[in-house]
Nanobody, 114 residues
């Protein structure tokens, strides 16, 4: 089993920045990749970013150039640096670990509003 805990969400004005963190615990050696997803009200959950064995993350086109995903293996953590936030980035953001099973964090709210 893998447990994931997100932090760092909140309210920010358009153009602002936030940094989300996700710390994994449990059977972390089984994790093959980590992903961020988000879900806005009335919408389905959508892919945001992925990082696997390589240090370079894959990003969804809607956030490429504004968001950056990184990891710290020593801390069993991944991060999502979100810059130039827009109102359409408002959503609950979820951390996801891919391994023998698919593990999810509890989600964290990000609200972009003036």
């Amino acid at each position: 089993q893998v447990q994931l805990v997100e932090s760092g969400g909140g309210l920010v004005q358009p153009g602002g920045s936030l940094r989300l963190s996700c710390v994994a615990s449990g059977n972390i050696d089984s994790i093959k990749a980590m992903r961020w997803y988000r879900q806005a009200p009335g919408n389905s959950r959508e892919f945001v970013a992925l990082i696997g064995d390589q240090p370079i993350a894959n990003l969804a086109p809607s956030v490429a150039g504004r968001f950056r995903m990184s990891r710290d293996n020593a801390k069993a953590a991944v991060y999502l640096q979100m810059n130039d936030l827009r109102e359409e980035d408002t959503a609950v953001y979820y951390c996801n670990a891919v391994g023998p099973d698919n593990y999810w964090g509890q989600g964290i709210q990000v609200t972009v509003s003036s």
